[in-house]
């Protein structure tokens, strides 16, 4: 009997083959197959008076993708489709169950959320049919991304030199926005901070005659001075022994998280690099994924993985050491399809298979499995110490914690955020007197709640209950290449764009581009999946409540006037303004369409490095569409062109050359990425 199974990523069909046997054949569809059409009202592809019925067409390219599926289909007498684990990947399980004609007799769907031998073997043995419940609620996402999209974007392009505007992506734009705002009205408020230095630890100025004293100005600091002298009374002394909170297991926004604070990664990296962990590796004899499915939103692990990871703790660090599973507190919009992110095996130890791995690849892996390890160990122990001392009805204070047991921090060390303050044993003390080495003030401003990293951003988004931790690294990639933000030292800053963008759908769409209503809309997507909502129903109402939102906002939102130049048209005589274009901004007439004149800036050629294939210079150039890319000076003799900037440094590998594109370093010549 011939079997075909289908996933999506083609590095997956390699692993998957050597699982199964003869009589199947692996082949990927190479994500999806099909969208909306853009043909219909609006170009939705989506027939808005007739229950929102959807017309698909194969993606660009993907024809003849469909054609080698359909020939495999027909010459296999089962079909397995076996796509991502989530709705995403139900959908494109269905796409592939219509695209490919399949009967209901010739087709199963399994999925398995890691790829090991064990799992895609159980997988098969336990197929069922699509969700189309799931199938549902994805499309309704679709459906609703596209009409706020193609109507947001269409209106934002006609009143505004942006690109586009979305339904999570404005969102989290808007809360970038807010942010900066709130930065830009804040007043910082000077405070002074008292510190007495003692031989071994530190104590600040917190009370006077038992009550909280501030300190706004440097003459009071100084009368407060003037008001002490170096000897201390201890007045008490409190030590509290307390649990320090292990750490849940990864999901996807945590992983991207701390993948950004620990390890520098960007969401787009992270998830590159988990793709490559979770599709398969070559460790030596074998090719096996190393983690589970990385897009989650669940906590739990599997009562086989936590059985394992016990007897593992056990034996590795002692039975003090077992802790229990962890159950999280988060109530909403949490999809338990499948489990948290793990290893797919504890045995498989990061610096066992370093040699394997890329150094991303390692550094990831590591966080994850250390992360997995360490959830499911006990909490660690301190006791929590706090000194109280008293000079002249001023009571100065220091608080601290000694580790009494390490617990899950035995294996998390590297990763904890906090440093703790070690204090000294007092009752080693043999005096109640401590005498200061030295008493100091110190001049201090409040400061505004910090701008959104990618880190803090995402932590934002999901903590709101908006959009899908599949979808956090292209929105944020969305906003920085449409220009809407600019990293500055890693924090997200607004441009002039994307504030103005932010200004106009406030005024005209308030009531949708707004924390609460797209967080209840990943609610009702969430019902839909559950069978508890109707899904046209919800596109209906939506729909009723947008569009006259957009066809009113086409009228009465102004339209923001160009930059004029000072300058005259040679051709007509009008204003030459500045406007924004697909490749950036360029001079033309103010009379447009009437006149079409476009002003020809001079360039300067801008010379980058020596060319790595001969003897000329790299240097900027431009296309005839206005898109810029590097070349040679001797083009034609020399074909060297790169769209990336090339770079003077030289490729740690290879010794090839290296481009840079948005943080991200390539090499031309061999696979390194950094």
């Known amino acids: 009997m011939k079997k075909l199974v289908i996933v999506e990523s083609p590095s997956k069909t390699k692993t998957i083959t050597k699982y199964l046997g003869k009589e199947y054949k692996v082949v990927s569809c190479m994500g999806h197959i099909r969208d909306l059409a853009t043909s219909g009202k609006y170009g939705f592809g989506v027939d808005t008076e007739n229950d929102f019925i959807a017309s698909y067409v194969p993606i660009k390219g993907k024809s003849k993708i469909i054609t080698a599926l359909k020939k495999d289909a027909k010459d296999s007498d089962l079909v397995y489709l076996a796509t991502d684990p989530d709705r995403e990947g139900e959908a494109i399980s269905w796409h592939l ?17 890691e790829i090991t031998e064990k799992a895609v073997l159980e997988a098969i043995k336990n197929p069922r049919k699509i969700d189309n419940n799931l199938v549902k609620s994805q499309e309704t996402r679709r459906i609703l991304d596209r009409i706020i999209g193609f109507r947001l974007s269409k209106l934002i392009q006609s009143k505004t030199g942006g690109k586009s505007a979305g339904r999570v992506q404005s969102v989290a734009l808007k809360l970038i926005v807010e942010r900066e705002r709130e930065i830009l009205a804040f007043i910082p408020e000077e405070y002074w901070e008292i510190e007495a230095v003692f031989t071994d630890f530190k104590a600040m100025l917190e009370k006077y005659h038992g009550k909280k004293i501030e300190i706004h100005g440097e003459k009071e600091a100084n009368d407060i001075l ?18 320090k909170k292990g750490v849940m297991p990864l999901i996807t926004s945590t992983l991207q998280q701390m993948a950004s604070t620990r390890l520098g990664f960007g969401s787009s990296k992270t998830m590159r690099v988990a793709q ?4 398969g590796i070559d460790i030596g004899s074998e090719t096996v994924g190393l983690i589970t499915y990385m897009r989650t939103d669940s906590t739990r692990f599997s009562n086989e993985f936590v059985k394992d990871a016990f007897t593992y703790i056990k034996k590795k660090y002692g039975e003090e050491y077992v802790g229990s599973v962890k159950v999280s507190k988060k109530k909403t919009n949490v999809q338990d399809a499948h489990e948290a992110i793990r290893p797919t095996s504890l045995m498989r130890e990061p610096d066992k298979i370093k040699e394997y791995l890329t150094p991303d690849e390692y550094k990831l892996y590591k966080m994850i499995y250390i992360r997995s390890l360490a959830s499911l160990m006990k909490d660690a122990k301190v006791l929590a110490t706090s000194i109280s001392l008293l000079n002249n009805g001023y009571e100065f204070k220091a608080t601290g ?19 703790d303050v070690i204090l000294p044993n007092f009752k080693d003390y043999k005096s109640n007197v401590l005498i200061a080495k030295e008493i100091n003030k ?106 006259p939102m957009v066809q009113k906002s086409f009228e009465t939102i102004e339209k923001k006037a160009p930059v004029t130049t000072g300058e005259s048209c040679p051709e007509c005589g009008g204003d030459l303004v500045i406007r924004k274009g697909k490749y950036g901004e360029f001079t033309a007439c103010s009379n447009y369409p009437k006149c079409k004149y476009i002003k020809k800036e001079p360039r300067e050629v801008k010379e980058i490095i020596d060319c790595p294939k001969c003897d000329g210079k790299v240097v900027e150039k431009i296309t005839r569409k206005g898109k810029i890319f590097y070349g040679c000076s001797n083009y034609p003799k020399c074909d060297f062109a790169s769209w990336d900037l090339p770079i003077k440094e030289k490729c740690p590998e290879c010794g090839g050359t290296l481009t840079i594109k948005k943080d991200k370093t390539k090499c031309l010549d061999c696979k390194y990425e950094k």
């Open 276 to 279: 490559k962990l979770y599709e």
């Open 97 to 113: 169950l219509d695209s490919l004609d399949l009967k209901e007799d010739k087709y199963e769907r399994i999925i398995f959320n």
């Open 442 to 547: 110190s001049q201090h401003f409040t400061k505004p709640a910090a701008r959104y990293t990618e880190a803090s951003l995402i932590n934002e988004l999901e903590k709101l209950g908006i959009g899908r931790p599949s979808t956090y690294a292209s929105i944020m990639e969305k906003i920085k290449e449409r220009d809407y933000v600019l990293t500055v030292d890693k924090k997200f800053q607004p441009t002039e764009m994307g504030m103005e963008i932010t200004d106009k759908l406030e005024e005209g769409f308030s009531h949708i581009i707004n924390v609460e209503y797209t967080a209840k809309m990943e609610t009702d997507l969430d019902e839909i999946a559950e069978n508890k909502l109707d899904n046209v129903k919800v596109l209906k109402d939506f729909y009723e409540e947008f569009e």
């Open 401 to 419: 914690q000694v580790l009494t047991f390490d617990g899950y921090l035995k294996v998390y060390k590297e990763y904890e955020k906090s440093e």
């Open 226 to 243: 003037d008001s002490l002298d170096k000897s201390f009374t201890i007045e008490e002394i409190k030590e509290t022994p307390k649990n």
